[in-house]
């Protein structure tokens, strides 16, 4: 019989598959024969899988929790791996091994979830005409669900276009929460368990956490911020859209450096305690500039009357957004009460609100 399905999706952590590979409980009994279907079957690392089936239990008590995420199913199981499927087995986790031991058959799990549309990242530049994506539900869309996981004290902390699906309706939803953290204790291992390499090419990992992960390394600062400005994707934008000249993002970065009391210190838990809520708001803002750089390209989008009227305060948002030093920085919840201060989940954010701007009011932390 043929166990599991096809590879949709391969990350770095793990590996999707349609239909889920068939599987045994804890009683050896076979799972996920009669309920198949439109799941996805995800093999990952033990640690991470319960790490997302965490993250989804806190997420799921969120009454409008499946307007914007993925979640998965509350069990991982043990996939069966047979002839039929060696070759799914084999694509998914050869990569895998090579730079990780831990990829080993005896430490691979299954976690499963709806079938929730097409990643982001597969869709071209033509799919994102107006006709056929709303980049104004889209925007509001991510700032509402990165304000939800704010106000629940979640941190994604991997929030990129693969990480990010569109349905048939063109309902965009976030999954993987292999890397997230709940934030109410972040210690050494936290950070451990989620920051290993200095790469500052990936435009979802802020700038202060690239920055400290090559001080970490024994990289100069001067010689991080430079490279982090550089090299991050995004920059590009920030400077050519949102006109913000490079060089004062990397002025502004050398601040927190200096005036952060944490940062100064070095003391990252508690830097990554106070700035966490803006570790996703950056990744969004990334998403949404990066997005809109395509749209610009369009005139039906640069005409419309929602542009026109709207346009300004998108610049503006994202700008405060896309802040390189994360004292500045807006959080989700800041940016929604900007965008939709109607919003429903801004219903009970007035205590977070508050919080926030008695921070802002002091002079550093
Ligand atoms: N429920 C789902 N519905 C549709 N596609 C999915 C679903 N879950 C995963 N995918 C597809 O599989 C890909 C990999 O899944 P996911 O992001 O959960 O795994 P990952 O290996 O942890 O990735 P990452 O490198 O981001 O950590 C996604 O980018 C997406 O294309
Ligand atoms: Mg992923």
């Given at each position: ?58 997420l799921r008590k969120v009454p409008i929790h499946k307007q914007y995420f993925i979640l998965n199913d509350p069990v991982a199981c043990v996939p069966l791996i047979n002839d039929a499927s060696i070759d799914d087995w084999d694509s998914c986790m050869a990569s895998k091994q090579k730079d990780d031991t831990e990829f080993k058959k005896e430490n691979i ?199 026109i009227k709207k346009g300004n305060l998108i610049y503006k948002i994202l700008k405060q957004m896309l802040v390189s030093n994360p004292f500045y920085r807006i959080d989700c919840v800041e940016s929604l009460l900007l965008w939709n201060p109607e919003s429903v989940v801004l219903k009970d954010s007035a205590s977070w609100l508050y919080e926030k701007q ?8």
């Amino acid at each position: 019989m043929q166990t599991g399905g096809r590879v949709i999706g391969e990350g770095r952590y793990g590996c999707a598959v349609i239909p889920p590979f068939l599987c045994k409980d804890e009683q050896g009994k076979d799972r996920y024969a009669a309920d198949r279907k439109d799941k996805v079957g995800k093999l990952a690392l033990k640690s991470q899988a319960s790490n997302e089936i965490l993250i989804s239990n806190v997420l799921r008590k969120v009454p409008i929790h499946k307007q914007y995420f993925i979640l998965n199913d509350p069990v991982a199981c043990v996939p069966l791996i047979n002839d039929a499927s060696i070759d799914d087995w084999d694509s998914c986790m050869a990569s895998k091994q090579k730079d990780d031991t831990e990829f080993k058959k005896e430490n691979i799990v299954q976690i499963t979830s709806p079938f929730g549309g097409k990643a982001m990242n597969s869709l071209q530049n033509i799919d994102l005409r107006p006709a056929y994506f709303n980049y104004f539900k889209f925007f509001n869309q991510l700032i509402e669900a990165g304000a939800i996981m704010t106000l629940n004290q979640i941190c994604h902390y991997d929030l990129h276009k693969p990480n990010i699906l569109i349905d048939k309706q063109g309902v965009a939803r976030i999954i993987d929460f292999g890397m997230s953290f709940t934030t109410q204790n972040i210690t050494n291992q936290t950070l451990s368990q989620r920051w290993k390499y200095y790469d500052p090419i990936y435009d979802n990992e802020p700038p202060e956490v690239t920055v400290m992960t090559g001080l970490g390394k024994n990289i100069p600062l001067k010689d991080c911020i430079e490279q982090t400005v550089k090299i991050k994707p995004v920059y590009k934008n920030i400077q050519m859209i949102l006109l913000v000249p490079n060089q004062d993002s990397k002025d502004e970065l050398h601040t927190f450096f200096k005036k952060s009391i944490s940062a100064s210190q070095r003391n990252w838990p508690k830097t990554w305690s106070h700035f966490w809520p803006g570790f996703d708001s950056w990744a969004i803002g990334a998403i949404l500039l990066n997005l809109l750089k395509i749209q610009l390209t369009f005139p039906e989008f640069t005409n419309s009357e929602l542009w026109i009227k709207k346009g300004n305060l998108i610049y503006k948002i994202l700008k405060q957004m896309l802040v390189s030093n994360p004292f500045y920085r807006i959080d989700c919840v800041e940016s929604l009460l900007l965008w939709n201060p109607e919003s429903v989940v801004l219903k009970d954010s007035a205590s977070w609100l508050y919080e926030k701007q008695k921070q802002k009011n002091l002079i550093s932390t």
